[in-house]
């Protein structure tokens, strides 16, 4: 089996590593095809390539686009993107735009809620201030004693309808599959079974994708259960998706699965990677 991870974050977004340092990881864990997968920035994608192909991995450029679709935030995955596509880069600067002024507000949120000076705490955290996110305020209240793990703080006040949540309208679908698309590359649902949509609302999501031109969903994933395997592995077969494969990797003691670690993609469905192969 070809052991592909194609989703994963350095410190360019909301990792805790460099890309050369992912790069590593990945190899020891003996993974034979990688992509990095920023979020909304394609900056570390050539630290990524160099570290991969030093080391004798196969690589394929990746990003991964914050959307708003129903109100809500979803994550579309581009894979083996040209991060040199004049129009992708424009895209993402103005994807990433919005950022700093949502962190500011989770600033002050944070702080009618007995939590002052997050904002600063949070940038000691950021490897590029463009990209502030939920995750650099996470660590932040983890060092400084409000909870014991980042998953803990996201339950209790970053997420929607707690005191530090501030939602944010990003990219449409539209674009981000067209950003994508005309970079070269794949467009790929990421992790659906983190999404909390009806399933009504889900199969109109998966038709505009495909009508849009999206051909791949993230099948095996480390934000999905077991149980979450299989109910996409079904969603891909009915709407003919190509199947993709990757841990959501941010750091050592920060993912859900570890890179390289995941189980194999259904024998029955058809990889993302034959397209490139």
């Known amino acids: 089996m070809l052991n592909a ?3 994963c974050h350095s410190k360019v977004s909301d990792g805790t590593l460099t890309p050369s340092e992912v790069a590593q990881v990945a190899f020891e864990a003996g993974v034979d095809l990688w992509a990095l997968t920023d979020h909304d920035e394609i900056g570390g994608q050539r630290e990524a390539r160099a570290a991969a192909e030093a080391l004798g991995m196969r690589y394929v450029s990746g990003v991964e686009i914050s959307i708003t679709w129903a109100n809500r935030t979803v ?3 581009g894979l083996n993107i040209d991060p040199d596509n004049p129009t992708l880069i424009d895209g993402l600067a103005a994807t990433r735009g919005g950022r700093a002024t949502r962190a500011e507000q989770m600033s ?3 702080a009618a809620a007995g939590i ?3 904002y600063e705490g949070a940038l000691r955290y950021v490897g590029n201030p463009d990209l502030i996110s939920r995750t650099h305020f996470a660590r932040y209240l983890v060092e400084i004693g409000k909870c014991a793990s980042v998953s803990d703080v996201f339950a209790k006040y970053l997420a929607e309808g707690r005191p530090g949540y501030v939602p944010h309208r990003w990219a449409t679908l ?3 599959v067209k950003w994508i698309r005309g970079a070269g590359g794949i467009a790929v649902v990421a992790h659906p079974g983190r999404y909390k949509f009806s399933p009504l609302e889900f199969g109109v999501l998966f038709d505009q994708f495909r009508e849009l031109g999206g051909e791949a969903i993230e099948v095996i994933t480390g934000s999905h259960t077991p149980e979450q395997y299989r109910e996409y592995a079904d969603v891909a077969r009915q709407y003919n998706f190509l199947a993709s494969r990757g841990s959501d990797f941010h ?4 993912s859900r699965a570890l ?3 995941l189980p194999a993609l259904p024998d029955d469905l058809t990889p993302v990677w034959s397209r490139w192969q």
């Open 108 to 110: 002050e949120q944070l």
């Open 259 to 261: 890179l390289g670690k």
């Open 251 to 254: 750091g050592p003691t920060e």
């Open 5 to 7: 991870d194609l989703h």
């Open 75 to 77: 994550h579309i995955v």
């Open 174 to 176: 539209e674009d981000s």
């Open 116 to 118: 002052p000076n997050a």
